[in-house]
C-alpha cells in the first residue's frame, strides 16, 4: 500500500494568514491526489482534486500543488470558517488518505 | 439534489454481523464506482471498501478483508457492506462516498454516516 504522509500534524494559526500543508507519499503517484476539509460531526468535503484542480464551489483561496511524491495544499487567507482538518488522499491505487492535519485558532 | 443516505449502523457484539446500506439519489447510481470510509472516534479517515460501477471490481482494505462484503444492486440504487466478525477496532463512523463529479478519482459526494459501535 502506498502511505501517505501529512505536515504538520497540527497547526495554530490566525485569521488572514497564509497557510501550508504538506502531503508526502511513499511513491510516485503521479498527480492522483486529493484534498478533503472535515470539520467536526461532519462528512469529508472534497476540496481539490488532481493535486490542483479546485472543485467546485470552494473558494479560490485554496489551492493545490505538486506532482509524483510531495504535494501542497495552500490556504492563502484564512477565513475563520477554514478552522478544521485537511486529510490529503491518494487514488493512483487502492485509496489511502493521509492522518489528518488539524488547523487550529491561534 | 445528488445525495446519499446511510442506514443500519447500530451497537453489536464482538464476532456479531450488521449490514450497512447506502440510499443513492439525484445522479446515475449505475454510472459510478462507490465507496466505503470508516473514522473510528477521534482518528482519522480510513477507506474500506470500493466497488465499480457493475461490481466488476471489488476491493478491500487489509483490516477488512475476508470479513466484509461490499456490493451493491443497480435497479434500488443501493451500495451495501455486510460486516462479519466485527471487532471492537471496528467500531467508526461508516461513510459511503462516490466519485460523482469531474472525475472518477476523487470522492465528491458523501453520505452522513452512520455509527457502528462494537462492544459487549
Known amino acids: 500500500d502506498i502511505q501517505m504522509t501529512q505536515s504538520p500534524s497540527s497547526l495554530s494559526a490566525s485569521v488572514g494568514d497564509r497557510v501550508t500543508i504538506t502531503c508526502r507519499a511513499s511513491q510516485s503517484i503521479s498527480s492522483y491526489l486529493n484534498w478533503y476539509q472535515q470539520k467536526p460531526g461532519k462528512a469529508p468535503k472534497l476540496l481539490i482534486y488532481a493535486a490542483s484542480s479546485l472543485q467546485s464551489g470552494v473558494p479560490s483561496r485554496f489551492s493545490g500543488s505538486g506532482s509524483g511524491t510531495d504535494f501542497t495544499l495552500t490556504i492563502s487567507s484564512l477565513q475563520p470558517e477554514d478552522f478544521a482538518t485537511y486529510y490529503c488522499?491518494?487514488?493512483?491505487?487502492?485509496?489511502?488518505f493521509g492522518q489528518g492535519t488539524r488547523l487550529e485558532i491561534k | 439534489e445528488v445525495q446519499l443516505v446511510e442506514s443500519g449502523g447500530g451497537l453489536v457484539k464482538p464476532g456479531g454481523s450488521l449490514r450497512l446500506s447506502c440510499a443513492a439519489s439525484?445522479?446515475?447510481?449505475?454510472?459510478?464506482?462507490m465507496n466505503w470510509v470508516r473514522q473510528a472516534p477521534g482518528k482519522g479517515l480510513e477507506w474500506v471498501s470500493s466497488i465499480s460501477s457493475s461490481s466488476s471490481y471489488i476491493y478491500y482494505a487489509d483490516s477488512v478483508k475476508g470479513r466484509f462484503t461490499i456490493s451493491r444492486d443497480n435497479a434500488k440504487n443501493s451500495l451495501y457492506l455486510q460486516m462479519n466478525s466485527l471487532r471492537a477496532e471496528d467500531t467508526a463512523v461508516y461513510y459511503c462516498?462516490?466519485?460523482?463529479?469531474?472525475?472518477?478519482?476523487?470522492?465528491?459526494?458523501w453520505g452522513q454516516g452512520t455509527t457502528v459501535t462494537v462492544s459487549s
Open positions: 439525484g445522479f446515475t447510481f449505475s454510472s459510478y464506482s
Open positions: 488522499q491518494q487514488s493512483y491505487s487502492t485509496i489511502t
Open positions: 462516498a462516490s466519485p460523482v463529479g469531474p472525475t472518477e478519482q476523487a470522492m465528491d459526494v
